[in-house]
């Protein structure tokens, strides 16, 4: 194939943002176009450059771009299944984000910087996808982390978006630190830094520390995918517009690092300690993610816990060894969460608030937006893994291999031995897997439910002017500037059913061994008997439980006074008094704070003050010094000729006195 | 005669009109103090000259000029005094300041208008 | 005669020595004693006159030192200029700048401790130095070195350039003194005739004398 097309791809959105940022000011008609026209077309790259690699086959080409004295650093591009179809996920998510945007952000006046920022995102995950060399992988990576805070700090008028923007940057980057050490210690152990040395040393097992790698790069992979323990700045990133939060926060950003461990996988099957450390991590943020999403009040909140829930499935994929079910995984859940991000913003932008409790105040809610609350159906659905959606399929793949892993029989397909990975890891996968489905698909019913049917309890219908946020709900709802005229500007609705359509069907291309399969690394993605009724009826009984909360909490405040204010919070009957420490993603924020805020705030203060107070007084003193000698001159000079004549004379018989006595 | 001691009554002499010079306050004073001193030097001048035996009596010739400089000297001075008193109102050479540093200088006596008569 | 001359021996003293000192030592050392408490009571008084006449003792006493140094003509010169016209220039300056008659309590300026300092620090140093370079030095002391004739003959012959220079020197002065003491309204006063008493001659007893026209400078008021 022509390697024109591969280098175009994340060539071409670079392009168009540097255009976008250079014409922004002078000739703001041409945002828009500049806006949607450059991802679009590498998005029909990206499909042709899938469509002409074929399955089976990988394409490599590198040319050295700078020596180092250790191992050079090439422009190097790997392409294979699994960077294609990554790619097609990228070119889709992020078309149909440009183009939501230009309705989403019809009056913004820095909507020409904020889409060439997104487009310039997009040029950064094609290059990590694309990259066989992990120096320009971590350009890549470093280049999303740059474009999320400025991204997510868009309505910078807002002290919540300029805190969440500084979170996020700080808490990824305090995972890339130990990821750039890893990197590091890869490219000098393997004696290379491109993708297929790296990964010829490992199989042939020339790593001399896979453990030490493999943790490192953890680091990273914690940080961006939002894990525990760095998980917390993606709740709060939701400060930022609604379309970011489906491009960065669904289906790309948080999506590189389970790209990265999949791309790497040899490395990691070398060192079981990082699979049982992954799967602790996965398990964690699993099950917490979860009960965390049945507490929040905020739609987008749900939605960001979810994604770090979701994302812990992949790891724990990853964990058990699998890397194809970790992909299929991805890239369903990156269809359907955009998809819910998506609507989630029609939702807001017709409701005029985030909070799902005030929501349900307006009864009228989901006539004004009906094709937001049928595509939002269908993502839940998806979401919890109904069948046939896609969230089905990848789920089942996921317990799958995380079952073949516990009976010591992962399914590494080829790219290690199955005795690579701890059987404890595939247990813990397992287990946190099903009590998380169980859980997904009770805050996903819950949110629907209490979003879109709930009772105006005793009040009247015309509840839809006070949508005041809940009192205490923990966010502040984003500014919205797409047209309120309409609640569903067209631009903002079709790219909901252009993503509905994978959302639904993605998944069956699972189920034939040369359709998705054939892509990865083979063997098969159908999920088993067992699994399917495991999880189906997991995310049933959820969903009746869920359902069964929100009829009870219904009643009990039904039979209460109407001055209780709050809605009827399914939630806050489950959960019981974990609703609070849930609310507040059990304090992880608070702990946080004690451990490195405060101190570092406190040393701030104490520089501060050292410097105020001593470093400037030496220098107020050196004035004031000078002052005083000053002062200490003036006083010769005080017009007194007989002074100066003591003065003189006091000096005439020193100097006499010096020279009698020195000869 | 011990040459001792002309010198020495020439610079206990010295000393006295050094302290004359500055420790009083009337600029008058001060320049009878300074008549002090130059009649030290003459004393040392002709001392010398009677020791040296000079052939052209340097030492005394110069005594001689030095009169004659002093007495012109004290006149003008004098004059000055006069002037000052009359711009300033004045003779105290602690009020004399002007030429010092603007913050360190005594204010001096009010400069009433001049004089209209001359002595 | 010349018997009793040998009889008594030679009237020369018999070694130099510093302790036993000739005549002219010892009254040069009784009048400098005079000179020197002179000077000092005339920079410490606080009666500006009495200063000034205390400078007059103080330099007659030199003029008597000159005399003991065989330097007869600068003698007379000290006390026809400085006596004569030095001090009584000081004194009119006293007069003319409004010199308080009696005690003045603030004749010594505020620098006066640190004078006294310099001052005995100059005196002690100028001292040791002198004594200790001229311990063993004597003058012969012959009497004609400084006669009228010889200062005449130096004068005229070695040092007239100096001299003639000094007569210009002592026009300038006079010129300066004259120009510094000029009344700075720029014209002068007309004179005015004095007032006379009509029909009182002058000098009968029992009629006042005609007061003369004052010529003390009239100042309307003092500020002290």
Not at chain 1, 94 to 108: C, E, F, R
Not at chain 2, 82 to 106: I, K
Not at chain 3, 33 to 52: E, I
């Amino acid at each position: 194939m022509n390697l024109a097309l591969p280098i175009l791809v994340p060539a071409l959105p670079a392009l168009g943002a540097a255009a976008g940022l250079a014409t922004g000011k002078r000739f703001p008609g041409l945002a828009r176009p500049l806006a949607v026209l450059p991802v679009a077309v590498s998005a029909v790259l990206a499909v042709v450059v899938a469509v002409q690699l074929g399955t089976g086959q990988s394409l490599d080409a590198a040319t050295r771009l700078t020596p180092t004295g250790g191992p050079d650093i090439s422009l190097a591009l790997h392409l294979d299944g699994f960077s294609v179809l990554i790619s097609l996920l990228v070119g889709l998510v992020a078309t149909l984000v440009q183009i939501y945007s230009t309705a989403y952000l019809k009056d913004d006046p820095r909507y020409p910087s904020y889409a060439a920022l997104v487009s310039l995102f997009t040029a950064a995950m094609f290059l990590v996808v694309y990259s066989g060399d992990l120096i320009v992988l971590l350009v890549g990576w470093e280049i999303m982390g740059i474009c999320s805070y400025f991204l997510i700090g868009h309505h910078w008028e807002t002290e919540d978006a300029r805190s969440a923007s500084l979170k996020a940057f700080l808490v990824t980057k305090l995972g890339d630190v130990p990821f750039v050490f890893g990197i590091f210690a890869l490219g000098a152990d393997a004696g290379s830094f491109r993708v297929t040395d790296v990964l010829a040393a490992a199989t042939e097992g020339r790593l001399g520390h896979p453990t030490l790698i493999a943790l490192l790069l953890l680091g990273g992979v914690a940080g961006k995918s939002a894990q525990f323990p760095l998980h917390t700045w993606l709740p709060d990133a939701m400060a930022g517009p609604t379309p970011v939060s489906a491009l960065i926060h669904a289906a790309t950003m948080v999506a590189a690092g389970i790209y990265l461990v999949a791309r790497l996988m040899p490395v990691f099957l070398l060192s079981a300690a990082a699979l049982v450390v992954l799967a602790v991590m996965a398990a964690v943020t699993m099950v917490g993610s979860a009960l965390c999403a049945l507490a929040q009040d905020d739609l987008k909140r749900v939605l960001a816990y979810s994604t770090v829930g979701q994302l812990g499935y992949m790891a724990g994929a990853l964990a058990s060894g699998d890397r194809d079910s970790a992909v299929f995984y991805l890239v369903g859940h990156g269809v359907f969460k955009a998809l819910l991000f998506l609507t989630a913003g029609v939702v807001i932008h017709a409701a005029h608030t985030n909070s799902i409790s005030a929501m349900s105040r307006m009864p009228g809610l989901r006539k004004r937006v009906p094709d937001a609350y049928w595509a939002m159906g269908i993502g839940l659905v998806a979401l919890m893994g109904l069948p046939p959606f896609t969230g089905f399929f990848s789920k089942e793949s996921v317990f799958t291999a995380a079952e073949h892993a516990a009976h010591g029989e992962a399914l590494t397909r080829g790219v290690g031995p199955a005795s690579a990975v701890p059987e404890a890891a595939g247990w813990i996968v397992l287990v946190t897997a099903c009590l998380t489905a169980l859980l997904t698909a009770a805050y996903s019913t819950r949110m629907w439910l209490v979003a879109f049917h709930g009772r105006a309890a005793g009040e009247p219908a015309a509840a839809e002017a006070a949508a005041a946020p809940a009192a205490g709900a923990p966010y502040s709802p984003e500014i919205d500037e797409a047209d309120p005229a309409t609640a569903e500007p067209a631009a903002m609705r079709w790219p909901l059913w252009v993503l509905a359509v994978p959302a639904m069907g993605f998944g069956l291309l699972g189920l034939r061994d040369d359709w998705l399969p054939s892509l990865l690394d083979g063997g098969s993605l159908r999920p088993t008997v067992t699994t399917s009724v495991l999880g189906t009826g997991l995310a049933l009984a959820g969903i009746l439980i869920a359902y069964a909360a929100w009829r009870t909490a219904g009643a009990r405040q039904a039979a209460r006074p109407a001055a209780e204010g709050a809605p009827a919070d399914p939630g806050r009957l489950l959960l019981g008094p974990v609703y609070r420490f849930a609310q507040h993603g059990f304090g992880v924020d608070r702990l946080y704070s004690a451990l490195f805020v405060r101190p570092t705030a406190a040393a701030a203060r104490l520089v501060n003050f050292l410097d105020r107070e001593v470093v400037e007084t030496y220098v107020r003193g050196a004035g004031t010094g000078a002052n005083a000698l000053g002062w200490l001159v003036r006083r010769a000079q005080n017009g007194n000729a007989q002074a100066y004549l003591n003065a003189l004379l006091a000096g005439a018989v020193l100097l006499a006195v010096l020279v009698a006595v020195g000869s | 005669m011990h040459l001792v001691y002309p010198a020495v009554l020439a610079a206990l002499l010295f000393s006295v009109g050094v302290y004359g010079v500055l420790a009083r306050r009337n600029v008058v004073l001060v320049l009878m103090s300074v008549e002090l001193m130059l009649n030290a030097v003459n004393l040392n001048l002709v001392a010398f000259d009677a020791w040296l035996r000079d052939a052209v009596h340097a030492g005394q010739a110069l005594t001689l000029f030095t009169i004659t400089v002093a007495a012109a000297e004290i006149g003008l001075g004098l004059a000055i005094v006069l002037l000052v008193f009359r711009t300033r109102r004045t003779a105290d050479v602690d009020r004399l300041t002007v030429l010092g540093d603007p913050s360190e200088a005594a204010p001096d006596a009010a400069a009433a208008e001049p004089e209209g008569q001359a002595a | 005669m010349s018997t009793l001359l040998a009889a008594a021996g030679s009237l020369e003293p018999a070694s130099r020595s510093f302790l036993s000192p000739t005549g002219a030592e010892v009254v040069f050392l009784l009048v400098g004693l005079a000179v020197l408490g002179s000077a000092v009571v005339s920079v410490t008084t606080k009666q500006l006159v009495h200063a000034a006449l205390w400078l007059v003792v103080a330099l007659g006493g030199l003029a008597v030192e000159f005399l003991l140094l065989t330097a007869e003509f600068i003698a007379w010169v000290q006390v026809l200029i400085y006596l004569g016209s030095v001090v009584v220039l000081v004194l009119f300056g006293l007069m003319l700048t409004r010199a308080p008659i009696g005690r003045s309590p603030d004749a010594d300026s505020g620098n006066r401790w640190a004078a006294l300092l310099v001052a005995l620090a100059a005196a002690g140093t100028l001292v040791t130095l002198v004594a200790d370079a001229f311990r063993t030095s004597w003058i012969d002391l012959t009497a004609g070195g400084g006669s009228t004739r010889a200062t005449g003959e130096y004068l005229f012959r070695h040092w007239v350039l100096p001299f003639e220079a000094l007569s210009v020197l002592l026009l300038a002065a006079l010129v300066g003194a004259i120009v510094l003491s000029r009344s700075t309204s720029g014209t002068l006063p007309r004179p005015r005739a004095g007032k006379l008493r009509a029909g009182k001659p002058v000098g009968r007893p029992g009629a006042p004398a005609a007061p003369a026209p004052s010529t003390a400078p009239t100042a309307p008021a003092q500020e002290r």
